[in-house]
């Protein structure tokens, strides 16, 4: 499976939704000392497929594109 055909997968959403659900404010912005609603997460390894709870990353749509 590629990326693309990942991200678009039932089982792709429902982990996002479960890790949005449990840290639902941007990680990067909490460092921060700010307060802002996670939109996205993200693979701090760049991995799409690996999927360890310690690799996932709830962000701002801000903060996920300084990723790319």
Do not use: I
Request: glycine share 2%; hydrophobic share 35%; proline share 1%.
């Amino acid at each position: 499976m590629d990326a693309q055909r990942f991200y678009n997968s039932a089982a792709w959403r429902s982990l996002r939704d479960a890790k949005l659900r449990r840290y639902p404010l941007c990680e990067a912005c909490l460092f921060e000392g700010k307060t802002v609603k996670a939109v996205l997460v993200h693979h701090r390894d760049g991995n799409c497929f690996s999927n360890n709870a310690s690799n996932l990353e709830s962000l701002c749509f801000s903060h996920h594109e300084r990723t790319k």
